[in-house]
């Protein structure tokens, strides 16, 4: 299994990008996707989750300027930012809790190598 994120970037305070992560591989289901975001030095952080049924979450930090959206029939998991400020340049990186197929049932989770996002002027 493998999370493949993209769309990382350099933008303007203000501006807008937007991230895509797909999981691909052995997979039988994948219960919540996600994104979480890391700066050198700090503890990464949960930026959003999103549940197959489409529930989401967001943290305090991005409510109201970033959207989580998922399309299950491409394991694909989506984050809209926008109104974005220099605090929000970190490496983002999508997560995943699924349940492979093949070998005993389980559910696992599963990261993305990380995209650099940097808003500066």
């Known amino acids: 299994v493998q999370l493949q994120a993209s769309g990382g970037g350099l933008v303007q305070p203000g501006g807008s990008l937007r991230l895509s992560c797909t999981a691909s591989?052995?997979?039988?289901?994948?219960?919540?996707m996600g994104w979480s975001r890391q700066v050198p030095g700090k503890q990464r952080e949960l930026v959003c989750g999103i549940t197959s049924e489409g529930s989401t979450n967001y943290a305090d930090s991005v409510k109201g300027r970033f959207t989580v959206s998922r399309d299950n029939a491409k394991n694909t998991v989506y984050l809209q930012m926008n109104s974005l400020k220099p605090e929000d340049t970190a490496v983002y990186y999508c997560?995943?809790?699924?349940?492979?197929?093949?070998?005993?049932?389980?559910?696992?989770?599963?990261w993305g190598q990380g995209t650099q996002v940097t808003v500066s002027s």
């Open positions: 591989g052995n997979i039988l289901s994948i219960n919540a």
């Open positions: 997560n995943a809790v699924l349940i492979p197929s093949g070998g005993p049932l389980r559910v696992e989770p599963y």
